[in-house]
């Protein structure tokens, strides 16, 4: 998977409507909440069948950490 589409995949889990960048903190993203979290954790499961730990999403800082995760 292109880097372009994994962060067309994240607009979509988080419902995000601008240009997502691999350096944006995540933090500063209101719309990275528990909903986001957790259609990660569904999406990551559904199309890669990778299962993401609390300590995994717990570190995750900027847009690229999740990016590094996406398969």
Not at 22 to 34: F, K, V
Request: charged content about 35%; glycine content about 2%.
């Amino acid at each position: 998977m292109s880097l372009d589409e994994k962060l067309e995949m994240l607009k979509d889990v988080m419902d995000y409507e601008e240009e997502l960048r691999t350096d944006m903190p995540l933090e500063d993203l209101e719309e990275w909440d528990s909903l986001s979290v957790l259609a990660l954790i569904s999406t990551m499961k559904k199309k890669f069948d990778v299962s993401l730990s609390t300590k995994q999403i717990k570190e995750f800082q900027t847009v690229g950490d999740i990016c590094n995760i996406i398969p």
